[in-house]
């Protein structure tokens, strides 16, 4: 398998498989002298961790994060930081049951990417999906804590404001409640309903999707590489490419079709900073693909779990027909868990256009620019 490298600048390659020894990855150049320790990866790793309620998967991994290379002890300051070189990373994978997945070692689950792996590939690791499965995404998490180091002053949240059809309150929305439930929601109300609810839907031997939301603040203006590298596309492109993902939106999104121009055109007016002050943000803080400075705003829609106790139509490897039904240690909704992954991919697409934009040109110019001499 190719492609599995993204970013140009802060570049991030990640390795491993659900049922092997580690997974892992190596993060290329981020820059030196930063302060880096595993103790500034791990919390992250936390949020995303497996087993932590009754609504992901009963997978018990600690997910505990190594640094096996790219830091140094600076001997002026006495603290670790990075040095410029490859930074490796790698988790161990402590609890895997490869007997759980005996019944899709020749089925295929419908929704899931056991066929389209068999089709290119001819094999493939069916222990916890192998390379297909979302194990993969805590080395996203751990490259994305890297990269929230990079963009001084910026900061990047997401949480979780649809399940199936039932929608958050946005005029509930506290950050401070995301880290207070198992859902990442910041609508308390809304939490208390989906405990029951998914309850219900798993008692049913069904799962359900949701929609993710990322807030990136402090995202200096003029960020992106228009024509083939802007940043909507760019963030677009990191969300997609992360498990089950089936949507992305940049700001008003899918809803700006329904806007008038007027409506949808975030009117400026002066700031007391001397800098433009925008009057709503329907571009989700990207204009022509270039950061305006306002935070870049994404959502993205996680379909979900195939993997589901309910029998389901589909062939086998051997072209017969068949029944599925799949039990052992799924995420009834992964939707939750996307959260931390969204945020760290769009972590690390922030950082890798801050230092592209840092490249080509440098000090931002002095704004507003003085007018013509008549
Ligand atoms: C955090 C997270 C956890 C996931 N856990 C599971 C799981 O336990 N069982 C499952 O069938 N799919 C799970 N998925 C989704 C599959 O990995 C994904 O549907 C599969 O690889 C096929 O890819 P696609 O849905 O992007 O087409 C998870 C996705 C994410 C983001």
Redesign the pocket.
Known sequence: MSFNTFGHLFRVTTFGESHGPAIGCVVDGCPPRIALSEADIQPYLDR?RPGQSRFT?QRQEPDAVRILSGVFTDAATGQQVTTGTPIALVIDNVDPRGKDYAEIADKY?P???DYTYDIKYGLRDYRG?GR???RE?AMRVAAGAIARKIVPGMSVRGALIQMGPHRIDRARWDWAEVERNPFFCPDADKAAFFADYLDGVRKGGSSIGAIIEIVAEGVPAGLGAPIYGKLDADLAGALMS?????GVEIGAGFAAAELSGEANADEMRMGNDGRPRFLANNAGGILGGISTGQPVVARFG??P???IPTSRRTVDRYGRETEIS?TG???PR?????VP?GEAMVACVLADHYLRQRGQVGEPPDWPFSPPAR
């Open positions: 995303r998967t689950r929704g899931h990417a999906g297909q499965s979302a995404t992360i498990n089950a993902v089936k996680v379909k779990t195939s993997s799949t240690r799924h995420d992964v939707g939750i868990r996307a992954v």
